[in-house]
T-cell receptor
């Protein structure tokens, strides 16, 4: 079974631009979460989607948004990029419902550099 | 709000020896999951071991075991017979047993960087 796939793996943007990151979860997983990882703040939760609905949201400004499609694939968007948005963005998928185990399966991440 | 604290930013162990990574957490919930995740350099994060709070027995996965002290809110990871491939960042994480709402996400500690000396 294929793992969580994130694209692109690396990207460089300039301040003020916007960026869209994509995540394809493990087949059968309906929950997709996004995390931001930086050396200073560590791993911080951005949001979680389940069945195309945002179920949970972290404490990030409105510039950070996401969505989930009917095939469970998810995208996150960051508008008006700031230098502080430079980070590794991790996507994770999980089982849900009666198969809930609490475990998240992570992708390799998208490393965003903002210049 | 729940918090997870890893007090050891870096640890070092000799190959074939045993090392213990510490983790404490704070929560008012009685049911939850605790995890140790491993993130090797430039590679994806993977689950090392999981503990359900309602289980008194400590989880074990091959060379990895935990010491779960619910009353003390402590969840340490012991790695036996350390191998070079164990070198990585290790993150302790908490997840509520509830689905959805503000408690469905993983709350991570800051991580412990483990080095393994040959």
């Amino acid at each position: 079974k294929a793992g969580v796939t994130q694209t692109p793996r690396y990207l460089i943007k300039t301040r003020g631009q916007q960026v869209t990151l994509s995540c394809s979860p493990i087949s059968g997983h309906r929950s997709v979460s996004w995390y931001q990882q930086t050396p200073g703040q560590g791993l911080q939760f951005l949001f979680e989607y389940f069945s195309e609905t945002q179920r949970n949201k972290g404490n990030f400004p409105g510039r950070f948004s996401g969505r989930q499609f009917s095939n469970s694939r998810s995208e996150m968007n960051v508008s008006t990029l700031e230098l502080g948005d430079s980070a590794l963005y991790l996507c994770a998928s999980s089982l849900d419902g009666t198969q809930y185990t609490g475990e998240l399966f992570f992708g390799e991440g998208s490393r965003l550099t903002v210049l | 709000a729940q918090t997870v604290t890893q007090s050891q930013p870096e640890m070092s162990v000799q190959e074939a020896e045993t090392v213990t990574l510490s983790c404490t957490y704070d929560t008012s919930e009685s049911d939850y999951y605790l995890f140790w995740y491993k993130q090797p350099p430039s590679r994806q994060m993977i689950l090392v071991i999981r503990q359900e709070a309602y289980k008194q027995q400590n989880a074990t996965e091959n060379r990895f075991s935990v010491n779960f002290q619910k009353a003390a809110k402590s969840f340490s990871l012991k790695i036996s017979d350390s191998q070079l491939g164990d070198a990585a960042m290790y993150f302790c994480a908490y997840r509520s047993l509830l689905l959805g709402g503000s408690q469905g996400n993983l709350i991570f500690g800051k991580g412990t960087k483990l080095s393994v000396k040959p």
